[in-house]
């Protein structure tokens, strides 16, 4: 199957701090999605990216499917974007993901 | 009120009991999915369904069950529960008449087998 990397394991923060979140694969995908796990357990959706880059206020991501690898931008972090940040990338109906990034940020 | 909904949220068993965890959905999609998650670990698939009578085995499913109860309804059954299956269980969905990949998830239920 679809081996995701992703790094860095850990991030901490101070807040009003920029970060970026990496995500390799080992094949070529038609789907790639980013999610935030809250401190609760969800799974919140975040972008669906399996190419390109988009914005959502203070996040942003951009893929490079030819180069196997995604990156998530955080901006200006607030306490609330603490959680655990998963990469899944797939084809068809199979999403593997990585084993996340967690991101703690501090006031 | 949520998109995709789970019941129970949570719940604690004994060894060798049966449990079924269920999920349903108001977004009209045609699949579903069951997904476990261990602790520090991602997510990991145990069954899939593309529609009512197509339900297909994931990379974990030894020891689960599934049945699709309708369009909307797809639940999860451990027919002898052990306590490695401990996990947060998400059910998800996606439509295959739209984009088809994008997949949105529940809010999980966190399982205890004691």
């Known amino acids: 199957g679809i081996q995701v990397e992703q790094s860095p394991p850990d991030l901490i923060l101070q807040e009003g701090a920029n970060s970026t979140l990496r995500c390799n694969f080992s094949?070529?995908?038609?789907?790639l999605q980013w999610f935030h796990q809250n401190p609760w357990g969800q799974l919140i959706n975040l972008f669906y990216?399996?190419?390109g880059t988009k914005q959502n206020g203070r996040l942003s991501a951009t893929t490079v499917a030819t180069e196997r690898y995604s990156l998530l931008y955080i901006s200006s972090s607030q306490t609330t974007d603490s959680g655990v940040y998963f990469c899944?990338?797939?084809?068809?109906?199979?999403?593997?993901f990585g084993a996340g990034t967690t991101v703690t940020v501090r006031a | 009120d949520a998109d995709v909904t789970q019941t129970p949220r949570n719940r604690i068993t004994k060894t060798g009991k049966r449990i079924m965890l269920e999920c349903s959905q108001t977004k009209g999609h045609d699949r579903m999915y069951w997904y476990r998650q261990d602790p520090g670990l991602g997510l990991r698939l145990i069954y899939y369904?593309?529609?009512?009578?197509?339900?297909n085995k994931g990379e974990i499913s030894d020891g689960y069950s599934v049945s699709r109860q309708a369009q909307a309804k797809f639940s999860l059954s451990l027919e002898s529960a052990i306590p490695n299956q401990t996990a947060l269980y998400f059910c998800?969905?996606?439509?295959?008449?739209?984009?088809?990949?994008?997949?949105?998830f529940g809010p999980g239920t966190r399982l205890t087998v004691t």
């Open positions: 998800a969905t996606s439509d295959s008449f739209d984009r088809g990949l994008e997949q949105y």
């Open positions: 369904s593309f529609d009512v009578k197509d339900i």
């Open positions: 899944a990338v797939g084809s068809d109906y199979k999403l593997s």
């Open positions: 094949d070529s995908v038609n789907n």
């Open positions: 990216i399996p190419s």
